[in-house]
């Protein structure tokens, strides 16, 4: 079975730009959540879909970053204009739906280097 | 704010002694708590899954709750230098009632294991 996928593993953009990452989750998997780690603090939370549907957002640092899931199945997270604060490692993480295991898989990242 | 701590380390044992990483929450109703494993540049790996008081035994790893201490430890047994990683602690939040399984991490503790 395949993880969870991130594309592209690096990007390096200048401030003002856009990038859009991409997350594919586990087949099957409903929950679809994005993490993101800036150098020295802890990884945080963004967002988490279930399916199509934004469940929570509460982690999205402001109106620049835009996540979406059409169809339900991968999600994109596109930020627009870049600042130099937005420069972090983005994780993916899926996790099934309606069972009793709350775990999450996690993507390998896509590192954002914002100049 | 909810947090999560963690030592940062580094902790340092010998080749086949027990490494034992400890992790203190904030919010009393968390219910779900995770040990994740992370290499360099790679995705973080889960170890260990906790949900109720008590230890959990898998293997080498062994992961201890105590919720009224809101208290979470790993320990590893017969460490190898394979284990030298940054471990994260996770924890998810009392359920929101939105339906968001959002995690909370620490920062983790870089585990370096001394042949």
Redesign the interface.
Known sequence: EAGVTQFPSHSVIEKGQTVTLRCDPISGHDNLYWYRRVMGKEIKFLLHFVKESKQDESGMPNNRFLAERTGGTYSTLKVQPAELEDSGVYFCASSPRGTLDYTQYFGPGTRLTVL | QKE?EQNSGPLSVPEGAIASLNCTYSDRGSQ?F?W?RQYSG?????IM?IYSNGDKEDGRFTAQLNKASQYVSLLIRDSQPSDSATY?C?V?PAY?G???????????TKLSVIP
């Open positions: 999560v779900s995770f994740y790679k995705s973080p790996e889960l899954s994260l996770a998810n929101s939105a339906g968001s399984y959002q995690l909370t991490f620490g920062k983790g």
